[in-house]
Structures are given as structure tokens and as C-alpha cells.
């Protein structure tokens, strides 16, 4: 942590300071400069709050020098964590897609996108069971039923699965179904569900929040990895800014950022990241371009008649267009993308 | 609902939209202007998604002309909701104040700043026992033994008790502790846990989150009430802006707003809203001027040593003379606060 | 400036930043901590970009340990500027009262409203002469035939006059005409017309852009004193937030944080800052009760025929209570408004 | 115009607002649906603010259907606009290439710079000679020398000059040495400039305001288009956002958006876009996936002793390789890139 004094602390403000700080076990390095003294506090500042430093006597500013979080940071692990789910990685050479529809709605419709999409080139089938809605009057999803459907529909075109969970109680029963489990952006900062995937035995596809710093997002990520539950991936799925012609505002810079920054895959969602079916397409090859390590993208067959979130799902053709570009845009960046089946 | 067609729509276009929204059961207006056709869709379309209407060939925008909240809003009940808890009122002339630490630390620690806080007139305690941390490493709080503590404290001092509710489990153990649930910012879209808040009898303290449009919020609360608990108050404490100064940008505007949108009371929170104690005083003034049913303050009397905020709360002396200014500020707008006791 | 090394710096990459760091005649403090490295750069870094450090090999971080402006702030300056307008003081104990409509349309109109506002207690009349305008279709502005109109309203009311230069070649036509240059949010970052500003001699009066931040908004008042004219007030008008039922959101809590950053006075425009006719009233008591130095109010006798922002005019009778409430309020912290006339 | 009455309007306050609207000469259709009675305004309604509406008695809300520019939009005219410079040609197949140091500091560098991107491909030589610095003690700019420097280096390596504009005095100095005019972010509404604008005879590169809606900045095209200069080009160059890691938050997704709004081409900046060197990369990378018609990227040979924004400037090998790799990812979109010379 580092203190910068005001031009005119007193030096009994500075050594009350220095007092207290060494009292809770820390050595201080102090430089004097020409406008101001600045103390360097070593030791493990994890618990202090800035802030309780800023309202001191004589402080301008206080601040800490090393990231909150350590488990998911690159300087604790250097090498890319690569997720294996039953042969197929996430995080290494070959860009992850994952596809299918918002809401699982019934058997045929499952079993219709999966068949497009896996032949298309996706591997893992998405759909939400349980469907956090801004509005209490609006579908919820088929719950139960819906997680039969969509793992019956994995199978059988040879896919993985990836569903939502909204809370504690879900957890047990969604893993019986479900390959990798989402958490939402609603859901990032709700600490009792993002504790209790730290001890379980299930691959996290972990949400930004729309308003999530990507601080924010890492350590809620070290909250599943402090739990002993090492494989998390991340999502930018778009931020809330000014702009309203998009519903979120996609943040593809976060990509080349969190890699950086940790040695998580991050995936890139620009069906809610733009919220509108041709936009979805530019930005899905965008992401890849950035060096995304997977896309998740809604699909559709008869989205007029989608139960949600119709309007950013692409149509069949549409998805098999896009895949043929993003797999030579992979390429050119020393990345791979499944080939299509047919 | 109302659809506007793009310039150069066609007479197919428009008149597959009017079919399909028949078939649906609605009735349609259709308005041609020099520019655009516009269509005024008829009934209860709180069930379409306006994207859905956007994606469609020939369409250029659509958007719902109803707000999508019912129960809360000032249409449906035109009175303020006054919420009465054993006797004190919240949403009348009187401007509740709450107070109390962030944390309860300990007995003794709550029995100081009870009794600092009643005798400057604050009839309702405030105390986490439950806290959500950014941090997986920080300070959880101190769970039950917390809540006995909070509920003597306020027993002795003839006080109120509102503390926060972290998940659905806890529900029921707070609300043999507490006389108020609060639900924090980072819970304001935790469905799970607003839904079961709407078949509990306890009065509900709804924050705003950091990222919530109002029209978010107020859906939220929508929650609460559909389920049958019209006893929800709303607390703005601050948004998420590009401005780094502070903590978050508190937004007062948010008070008369709500005010002219729902019947809910609104109580103002600027311990959180500013992050920083010299901006609390100032905005709790402010908040009152503008119209708030209440102010929630941190004061803390070793502020030094507290497990967290330290640095928003404010010191007796500063919450003593604060009370005193706002009693002035409440009479100038026809509103009271409870004299102190000593 | 603090450079915050990697963890894993090398000795040869630290040297190598010591050394650059020197030849450029800065002394270095190195200390070494558990986990990083931290120097600390004493001279004028005041022409260093943190950036440039941020992106050598070995460092982690890099930032300014000083405010980048000097002459506004509080360590250059501990007493308030005080703004002394031919006998009428701004930035002292007196809350100055500006109001007017948004845009001089007639002589008529200025001498109704300048009757109005003047006997409401308001020293000093707005109005705009030369407007800034989103679209090229919109009014415009009367121009110099506008300045001569506010400028003989002013004068039979006895009052000073506040108006807006929109370029450098409008200053000495409008400083013939007003007492107080105004600068809109737009122009907070027109360099050349700030930097103009440095060498007149009149009062400028500098609203802070949409999306300035404090410190920004503190850089261009820098540009202005640094040129030599001391006379510069700040007003705070709304920023750009994801909250959109408000034109913008006003920062109330930009008023406590300018006075401690700056010695400069700060004024509140809740009429921009808000928009809406309804919640300026509010958001102006909150503003006096924040501790601003002045308020600036838009003001019509028949908004519905206004040529600009009729939605955000007060209308006669809502001024004059708003007067007797924030005249009340004032007292509370120990400041005044002036008495009405009549 | 679409106005939305409220639930309880009265007749009067309808046929109120029906009466004046008329009085304009506007038609009005009225629609009474369950909830709400809706009108829909006919005819130029360009000169009505919506607020004005909204304040109303007895109105809910009020907003314009049509978009409020003109000629920039794609319905004025379907084709791109294709901006031909002395027979390159920007809007087409072609990506332009704009790349050169953030400041022109001497021949010598500007010599250098100029052969390497040329070389690579670039055909556009950027270079500023007057800088908008936020602090007023940072480096100017060299002026006209500059001009000329650019202009010399640009002939010598046969390729076009673009370079900035800061206010409306510039203008005619400027277009002697140069072949495009760049207005920077700061400048976007600076209206007195982007008038002056419309009357000459040079194409224009209009860069997005930090915190422009996609609205605003294709109404400051407009001024420009409406002053007679069809030759305007847009710029996406990052906006701000709550995220502090990079210095602005790129918003790609405003590709597709401008390429459905708007004839002009787009070009990105992803440079200013992210603020430092390794995310311009991913980020040209995405921009050309995404669609842009054109990149401007930051070069220098010796960044760390560059005037200004040494930090996002790429090094020779990194722009050499990024033109690879965007080369391959235009062919994919059916896009070209110049071939490198060498």
C-alpha cells in the first residue's frame, strides 16, 4: 500500500502513521519529495481499506499496489488453465462455441438446434432451464423438465452441455445434468451462490456483471477458486454505458486485458453483449479476431416464436455463415475452430 | 406498444405485422404519416418483447408506451404507502433516520452507538450481521450471535432493528431478529431472493443497485409486491459513473422521481452514496432538502478501528450536529424529525 | 509518480527505469516489499505520462502521486476565492441567485422575466444570446441584438448579467455586454477558447462537460488561471450516467468535493442538471443544503412558447417559493440569500 | 411524435394538447387503447422538443419517431459514400490504412515513420502539429512547421496526409498542407468549428466524443453534410465508461450500428481506443472483423522518447505483422488491404 501525505501534514501526522502501522505488524518505507511524503507499506495490506487510510489527519490519498485477488492472477500461475470436459478443452488452441437457444422450450425444438448446430461445428449446447427474468410476470423457464431435455439433446448429437444456475438449492440438481455451469451476470456478486461452487466438482462459465469493473470480476472468480474449484472460465457478455442503441455495450478490449491479467479462458457472448441479431455476427468475428477462447451465441430456428430473447438470436443459416468466417479468422491468429460435420 | 415502420416499409411488410399481432389477439391503429407508418398496438402486450418487433422486416423501432410495473406504481395507488412498525411510521411527514456501524463487531461495540444514536433521535438501529464482501478473503460478519446482539441493543434503547438478508436461507433466522430486512445492491436481481421476500410479513428495505435504472428498481420491488408484501421501501444509495472521486455518484434526482412514479417510500443512504465521511454530512442535508422519507447514516464512535467502512462513518459529535441541521431542513418542506432525546 | 514493479522484475529491468529516470533528473526511492518492488519518483513528474512508464518491461503499475493542476487548488490557495462583481461577492457567505430563461427571445420577454426574477431576490439575469445547439436546424440565437436586450433588462433591474461566448471570436463583442462570461459543458475542452479566456478580465463562469471528470473539469479552470485570470466560478450541471428518466444526472456530490479540492466557488444548475420542471425545484434546495455557492435557475413567464428548454423553466409563482424555501435553508449552514424586493 | 397520455387524462387535457398541436399545423391521430390514449403527431415535428410535451398536464411521455438527422442517414441515400482523395478511395472494398505518430516531432522522425508504414501497406500519413492537451503546461504542438514536415514526408513516400484541426481560425492554414481534416473527440460539438466545416472543399474525419451517443455525433455530421460538404468520415475511438483498466472503453459494436444508420464510412482508432500498445493490436485485429471501412493506428520508431502518447504507439515489427494479419482477416469479409511495398 502506498500513502501520500498533504504538502502540509505535520510530521506528528506522519508519524502517527507510521505508529500505528507498525503496531499491526508492518514495515514502512518513507520518501520524502520535494511536494510530498509518501509511505510504502509492506506487509500483507490485504486487510486494510484504503479508505480507512484516506480519512486520516494529513493523508491526500492511500492506495494499494497489488491486485486483490491471487489465485486467478497470472503472476500466481503463468500458464493458460486449459478446462478438459470429457476430451473436448477450453482455453487452449481451439476457440470454444457454444450454441443453441435462450430457453430450453420444449423436446423438438432442442433437439432441432442441436442438430444445426452441432452440425455447424459447435460443441456444446446451451439453454436455460431456469431463467432469471426482470419481470415477475414473465416466462421462468421449464426447470426440471427442461435439464432432461437439453442433455437428451446433447447426447444425442455428441455435444456438451452448459445451463444456468440462479441459486444455492439449483446447484445440486443442475449438475446432474449439465456439463458446465453458468452463472449469470445478475449473479456476480451473490456471494452465498459463488461460494458454494468453490467446493464442487463442475466447470464454472462465470458472467460479468453489466457493471462489473474487471476487478470486480476476478475476485469474484477467486471466490469459486479460493473454494478449491479451479476451473472457472469467464464472459464478457457487454456492459451498461451511455449508449442506449445497443442494449449493453460489448467490451471486447476485456479479452486481451483479463489474458494479461489471469490465466482464465475468457469467452465472448455478443448475443446479449448486442442484444440485436445483426449485430451479433460482426461482433461474434470481432471477438475471435481479439483472441477470444470461445463464443456463446443463440440460435434459432423459429425465433419469431422464441419464449425470450428472440430478436438476438441468429437464424440456422446465419449460424453456419458465421462459422465458416470465424474458422479462417481463427486461423490467422494460430487458432483453430471445429470443422463442420456436414 | 407502438411500432414504427421504416420509411420505405412495404404494404407486405406492414400488413404481415398487423396479422401476426391479430392473431395474437391485439388490436392495431394504424397512423400514416409524411415520413413513417405507425402502428399503436392495443391490449395487454407486457408479454412482447419490443426487440422481437424490431428485428422484423420493415420495422425501425417499437417500444412499449406502459411502464412494466403494475403494484408499485403511483397509477395503480395514488396515496403514499406509509409502512407502520409497531407505531413508527415510514413514508408520512416524520423522516426516518436509521443508524448504526456497517458491522456489529460486538456487545459493547453496538450498546455505545445505540445509545448515541436514540438520544440524537435516530429511532431505528442499523448493523450488519451478514455481509457481502467483494472479497472472499474480508470480514463475513457475525452471522446470529450479530442479530442477538443488535436486537438487545435496540430493546434497551427502545429502537428499531433493520439488517441486511444475504440469501433466501436467512430469511427466516434474521426475521426472528430484525423489525426490517435489507437487501443489499448486489442482491437487487437475485430473483431467488426477492421472490421469497413477497410472502414474508416483514417490511422490506430494497437498495438500488450500483448499475439499476430506476425502472429496474422499481421492478424489483414489483417482485415483492405481486407476491403479496406491499410493505417495501426503496434506499438510493449511489450508481456506478465514469467519476472515480467517490465511491459511486449518489443520485438524488432518483427522490422525486420515485416519488412521482410510485408510492413506495424513499429512503436515502449516503454512508454508501459518497464512500467518504466529509461527503456524508453535506449530502445527508441535501437529501432531505430533496424530499427523502428517511436517511440511513453510518456512525461508528472508533471508526479507526472498525471491521469495515471505518472510513463513511461518521464520529457522535458530526451525526449529533447533523440531526440537529436536518430537523431545520425538514420543517422548510412541512416534514419533522424526531427531537432528541437528550 | 509511484512505478509499482512486476513480481517477477528483474534486477537489469528496475535498474534500467532507475537509470532512465535519473538522466532525466529525478532522484528514485526504491523499496523493496514481499511482493513488489516500489519506486518513488521525486521531482516535477508533471510532464512524465504514467502510461509510458506502464508500458516498460518489469512494471506493474505506474501513477502521479500529485493533482496534475496547481493554481486551483487548495494547497496553492487555502482561502476561498471570493468574486467581487461591481459590489456583489460570489464565493462568500452569500448564496448568489442567477435566473433567466434559457435563450433572450424579445426585450419584452427579458424585461417581464428580469422584473420577476429580481423581485424574487436574483442579482443576476441569464440569458442566452448565441446558443449552442445539437442540431443544425434548431434556433440559434438572437446574437448581438440579444446581448444589448439582457444588457438594458439587467441594468433597469439592477442587475448583473451572466451569458455565454460559444468561440474566441465572440469574446470582446459579449464582454461589452456582460458582467460574467459563461462557458458551456460542450466547450470544456475547446482549448483555444479556454486558453483565451486566461488573459481578459472578466469573471468566468465554467460548467463542467457531461462527461468531465473533477479532475478534468479542475484542468481547464488551470488553463484559465494559469493565463492570469483569477476570477473563475465552477458550476455543476448534470453528467452522463446509464440512468436515462433524467436528461442527466446531477453530481450534487461534486459540491463538497470542489470545495476541498479547489478554492474556487462552485455553482449548481439543476435546471440542466435535471431537465425536467418538476425535480428542479427539489434538486435545487438540495444543492443549497450541499453547500453551493450560487444556484443557476432558467426561468419563464410562458414556457409552453419558449424557443429553447421551456420543460426545465421555472414558471413565476414555483421561483418565488423556491426563493423563500432555500433562503431558509441557507441560514440552516450558516449562509444567506438575498431578501426578495417585494 | 408519438405522446402518450396517462391512464387518468382527462378530455380536456387531450383535446387540449390536440388544439395546440393543430394550431401548428400538425394532423393528429388519436388511438384509445385499455390503458392509455395515444396520439400520433404528423408532419415536420423536427422543431418540437419532446420535453415540452412531456410537461404537460395529463401527459406520460413524449418522444420523436423519426431520427432527427437527415441527409447522414442511409434512408436519405442507400449507397456508401465513397470519399475519393486524389484516387484512393475511403468506403469502399479497400480498408485505409491512416497510420504515423501521435505528434509530429521533427523531419528526421517524421521521415522515418513515413517509410516504415508506407512500406507496410499504410497510404495515409497522421501526425499532429497542433495537440489538445487536458493540461495546459504539456507540449503544444509544432504548428505550422509541422505542416509542412508532415506534408513533405507524406509526398516523398507518396501517400496522403491527414492531420488535426482545433479550431475554426486553423482551418485555411491546415488545408494548405493537408489532405483529410481531422476533428478530435473534444471538438465534436464545438459547433462554431463543425459549421465552418460545411462550406470547404476537404474531406472530413470526425472522431466520436468520449461520451457521444451514436445519435449526437451523426447529428455533428450533419452540420457538416448541411453546410454542402458530403465528404465526411466517422471515427470510433473509444468512450468512457465506468472501466478504469484502459483509457476508454472501445465500442466496436458502433460499426454495424453507423453502417445501418449512415452512408458514411467508419473508421476505428483503436490507439486512442484503448490507451496502450498490446490491446491496440487484438483491437485493429477485431475492428477490421467487425467491419470498419478504415484504421488509424498509432506508429513511432522510438516510443519511449515520443512527445505524447508514446505508450499506445506500435513499434515498426508490431504494425509490420498486425498489417499480416488484418490483410487476412479483410479477405474473409470479402475486403482488401494495399499489399505492403517491400
Not at 507498525?22 to 509492506?42: M, P, R
Not at 464472459?235 to 442506449?244: D, K, L, M, Y
Not at 470481432?286 to 470461445?294: K, P
Request: proline share 4%; charged share 25%; net charge negative.
Amino acid at each position: 500500500m502506498v500513502i501520500i501525505m498533504e504538502h502540509d501534514a505535520t510530521k506528528p501526522q506522519i508519524d502517527d502513521i507510521i505508529n500505528k502501522l507498525q503496531d499491526l505488524g508492518f514495515n514502512i518505507h518513507q520518501s520524502t519529495g520535494i511536494d510530498h511524503t509518501l509511505l510504502g507499506v509492506i506487509g500483507d495490506v490485504s486487510k486494510i481499506d484504503p479508505r480507512d487510510m484516506q480519512v486520516l489527519p494529513g493523508v491526500a490519498d492511500a492506495y494499494r499496489i497489488s491486485a486483490p485477488y491471487k489465485l486467478v492472477s497470472r503472476e500466481f500461475q503463468h500458464k493458460n488453465t486449459i478446462i478438459d470436459i470429457k476430451g473436448v478443452k477450453i482455453g487452449g488452441d481451439e476457440v470454444a462455441v457454444m450454441a443453441g437457444p435462450c430457453s430450453i422450450e420444449s423436446k423438438e425444438q432442442m433437439m432441432t438446434i442441436a442438430e444445426i448446430v452441432s452440425n455447424a461445428g459447435a460443441k456444446f449446447l446451451r439453454g436455460g432451464a431456469f431463467k432469471p427474468r426482470t419481470s415477475p410476470y414473465a416466462f421462468q423457464g421449464l426447470g426440471e423438465q427442461g435439464l432432461k431435455i437439453i442433455r437428451e439433446a446433447a447426447d444425442k448429437f455428441n455435444m456438451l452441455v452448459i445451463t444456468e444456475v440462479m441459486d444455492k438449492e439449483q446447484i445440486s440438481l443442475v449438475s446432474e445434468h449439465t456439463d458446465i455451469i453458468q452463472i449469470g451476470a445478475r449473479n456476480i456478486q451473490n456471494f452465498t451462490l459463488i461460494r458454494a461452487l468453490g467446493s464442487i466438482d463442475k466447470p464454472i462459465f462465470l458472467k460479468r456483471g453489466i457493471s462489473s469493473t474487471i476487478e470486480e470480476w476476478l475476485m469474484s472468480a477467486e471466490y469459486i477458486l479460493s473454494g478449491g474449484n479451479r476451473n472457472v472460465m469467464l464472459c464478457e457478455r457487454g456492459i451498461r454505458t451511455f449508449e442506449t442503441y445497443t442494449r449493453n455495450t460489448m467490451d471486447l478490449s476485456a479479452i486481451p486485458i483479463v489474458h494479461k491479467l489471469s490465466h482464465l479462458p475468457i469467452i465472448a457472448d455478443p448475443s446479449h453483449g448486442t442484444g440485436l441479431r445483426d449485430k451479433v455476427i460482426p461482433m461474434a468475428r470481432a471477438a475471435v479476431a481479439a483472441g477470444a477462447d470461445g463464443l456463446m451465441i443463440e440460435v434459432h430456428h423459429d425465433p419469431e416464436h422464441a419464449m425470450s430473447d428472440g430478436a438476438q438470436s441468429l437464424l440456422p443459416d446465419q449460424f453456419v455463415d458465421l462459422m465458416k468466417q470465424i474458422r479462417e479468422i481463427a486461423k490467422v491468429i494460430g487458432r483453430t475452430i471445429a470443422d463442420a460435420r456436414v
